[in-house]
């Protein structure tokens, strides 16, 4: 009998891997298409354009996100959109540590999560009292959002260097979904345990402060 299951198991998790991404994808590529067709496309011109809602939209999120971080952009947001009734407790100005950490640890970590190990992606790094929290978001449905102290131990990768890395985004997301059934054995055979804030020093997570920030210039 486990000859003709096994089979069946291989097939389930290899179209789960397949259809899970295009279903998101289409979810996403769905929605924003419903709401540019009805609010603008089919109001001002008569007629839906397949694909234009998700171009439209992407272009308007990067234009916004790059005038966020202007001087200009921030100054709008602190002292005129923040103050607005009802919007602006839901506006927020992003931590400018976060872009720093993003872009410094493109993967994941392992992290306890409740009484188990799982990835997290790590989101930014907040100052504590006598040290760092590192803030992490697990592939939970919804996401899970967690604040691990620097004393909290992690898995991480070392690399052949010696020197911390992480996950690659494409294996975490394996691991997770088909509880590491879809990926080789030696995936993460380079793993070592560490702790958050070891890791936060080591990869340099720290965004310095700029030493004319407070000069007036």
């Keep these: 009998m486990r000859k003709y299951t096994w089979p069946v198991f291989v097939g389930f998790i290899t179209l789960l891997m397949l259809l899970l991404p295009i279903k998101l994808v289409g979810v996403i590529v769905t929605y924003f298409d419903d709401l540019w067709n009805v609010t603008v496309w089919q109001p001002f011109l008569g007629r839906s354009l397949p694909l234009a809602g998700l171009i ?126 879809a990926v080789p054995e030696n995936c993460i055979e380079g793993a070592v345990l560490t702790t958050m804030g070891e890791f936060i020093r080591a990869r340099n997570l720290i965004r310095k402060p700029n030493p004319t920030s407070n000069n007036g210039s």
């Design 56 to 181: 439209a939209s992407v272009v308007i999120f990067y234009l916004v996100g790059k005038l966020a971080e202007t001087k200009w952009g921030i100054w709008v947001n602190e002292n005129i959109l923040q103050h607005i009734p009802i919007l602006g407790g839901f506006l927020s100005s992003f931590n400018p540590n976060t872009k720093k950490v993003l872009e410094e640890t493109n993967g994941f970590i392992i992290a306890r999560y409740l009484s188990e190990w799982r990835p997290a992606k790590l989101m930014s790094v907040l100052k504590k009292k006598d040290g760092y929290f590192g803030v992490v978001m697990f592939f939970t449905f919804p996401p899970t959002p967690q604040f691990i102290p620097d004393d909290s131990p992690i898995y991480v990768l070392e690399n052949p260097e010696g020197k911390y890395d992480v996950i690659p985004n494409r294996v975490a997301f394996k691991l997770e979904v088909s509880a590491g059934t």
